[in-house]
T-cell receptor
Framework: AQSVTQPDIHITVSEGASLELRCNYS??????LFWYVQSPGQGLQLLLK??????LVQGIKGFEAEFKRSQSSFNLRKPSVHWSDAAEYFC???????????FGTGTRLTIIP | EAGVTQFPSHSVIEKGQTVTLRCDPI?????LYWYRRVMGKEIKFLLH????????ESGMPNNRFLAERTGGTYSTLKVQPAELEDSGVYFC??????????FGEGSRLTVL
């Protein structure tokens, strides 16, 4: 069975600073990988996804993620965070032919001025 | 296009009572999923409908939980009787089967 680890429960960064949220997965074959964000009072919104092809994936709101098979990682990055990026971020893994997702425990991002 | 809508947004009930959560998927989405997040834990899969049929209910915690999707449109998730450990946020998602799920805002359930 697949699993996802998000080792950072809470991260605080200054507005304008760069961001990297870590995600490691466990799955025997090539996974489908996702990052979702939940802003306060909102539902889960898809930031980006990796199915195949280019391992550097661009998403919405200026986010990107890189799939590294050798490290079983799919870290989320943003070069300069904005106060509106404060939210909880979830990494998830799926498998080919099945949309059932396995989520990590989430990383809460706080932005300070 | 309207998104996935869930009702109620928050429900507070006492242990032993019954609660019914509702999910309206995006129109035309045959796939409907229920997930749950217990405080501080990961979001966990509960079950998956394709139209009105249960495709996978392997994540349903026990027989106190009953999900239905009459006519392949909206879905309900009933918890009867509710226990303290059922507290959490229940998310619904829908899809066309292309691999991308669209989530609702969730229904927060508090069992006292």
């Amino acid at each position: 069975a697949q699993s996802v680890t998000q080792p950072d429960i809470h991260i605080t960064v200054s507005e304008g600073a760069s961001l990297e949220l870590r995600c490691n997965y466990s799955y025997g074959a090539t996974p489908y990988l996702f990052w979702y964000v939940q802003s306060p009072g909102q539902g889960l919104q898809l930031l980006l996804k990796y199915f195949s092809g280019d391992t550097l994936v661009q998403g919405i709101k200026g986010f990107e993620a890189e799939f590294k098979r050798s490290q079983s990682s799919f870290n989320l990055r943003k070069p300069s965070v904005h106060w509106s990026d404060a939210a909880e971020y979830f990494c998830a893994v799926g498998i080919f032919g099945n949309e059932k997702l396995t989520f990590g425990t989430g990383t809460r991002l706080t932005i300070i001025p | 296009e309207a998104g996935v809508t869930q009702f109620p947004s928050h429900s507070v009930i006492e242990k032993g009572q019954t609660v019914t959560l509702r999910c309206d998927p995006i129109s035309g989405h045959d796939n409907l999923y229920w997930y749950r997040r217990v405080m501080g834990k990961e979001i966990k899969f509960l079950l998956h409908f394709v139209k009105e049929s249960k495709q996978d209910e392997s994540g349903m915690p026990n027989n106190r939980f009953l999900a239905e999707r009459t006519g392949g449109t909206y879905s309900t998730l009933k918890v009867q009787p509710a226990e303290l450990e059922d507290s959490g946020v229940y998310f619904c998602a829908s899809s066309r089967g292309t691999g991308e799920l669209f989530f609702g805002e969730g229904s927060r359930l508090t069992v006292l």
